[in-house]
T-cell receptor, first 113, second 114 residues
């Protein structure tokens, strides 16, 4: 069964550094998402992406964040200058169309020191 | 704004017994989806069950079933014949049909007692 994959599974970085989290959505999917979950809290929507542009973003998704689909398979989330409060689990999700279920990847745990 | 409320932070159930997790939501929309996601210790998000709001019939997936009460805005998850592998955090979630984002509740941690 096709799956969303994410790399790395765990990323440790120093405050102020840039990080790129990578996702490979399911191959025929057209809609892509990032969510985050701070430890012990609920999952929160960050951004949705369709047709090579952002379709919706939350208040959390400020100028420090950006997303890109650099080729036909990868979908990346970049945090330009990480803060301590960016430490969280980041989930990528994808779906075929807007009536489809969103399928989540296994997550990347980001630790900012 | 849509909200999802899970009033039970933790629950325990004996193995092989049945347990029901509660969820209520608030929305003025009429066309939406409801979900239950399972998050085991690995922290992966696994879809357990999905319900379309326009469907009156409650969704079922093997040992998992929901009780969807649209007028009461209630969406509970029943797990029958609980197994040790069911131990996880369970999130109730909501999505308006025309929207992209899924809105999650705070979760219920389910313990299975052997």
């Amino acid at each position: 069964e096709p799956e969303v994959t994410q790399t790395p599974s765990h990323q440790v970085t120093q405050m102020g550094q840039e990080v790129i989290l990578r996702c490979v959505p399911i191959s025929n999917h057209l809609y892509f998402y990032w969510y985050r979950q701070i430890l012990g809290q609920k999952v929160e929507f960050l951004v949705s992406f369709y047709n090579n542009e952002i379709s919706e973003k939350s208040e959390i998704f400020d100028d420090q964040f950006s997303v890109e689909r650099p080729d036909g398979s990868n979908f990346t989330l970049k945090i330009r200058s990480t803060k301590l409060e960016d430490s969280a689990m980041y989930f990528c999700a994808s779906r075929w169309d807007r009536t489809d279920t969103q399928y989540f990847g296994p997550g990347t745990r980001l630790t900012v020191l | 704004a849509q909200t999802v409320t899970q009033s039970q932070p933790e629950m325990s159930v004996q193995e092989a017994e049945t347990v029901t997790l509660s969820c209520t939501y608030d929305t003025s929309e009429s066309d939406y989806y409801l979900f239950w996601y399972k998050q085991p210790p690995s922290r992966q998000m696994i879809l357990v069950i999905r319900q379309e709001a326009y469907k009156q019939q409650n969704a079922t997936e093997n040992r998992f079933s929901v009780n969807f009460q649209k007028a009461a805005k209630s969406f509970s998850l029943k797990i029958s014949d609980s197994q040790l592998g069911d131990a996880a955090m369970y999130f109730c979630a909501f999505q308006v049909n025309r929207d992209d984002k899924i809105i999650f509740g705070k979760g219920t941690r389910l313990h299975i007692l052997p």
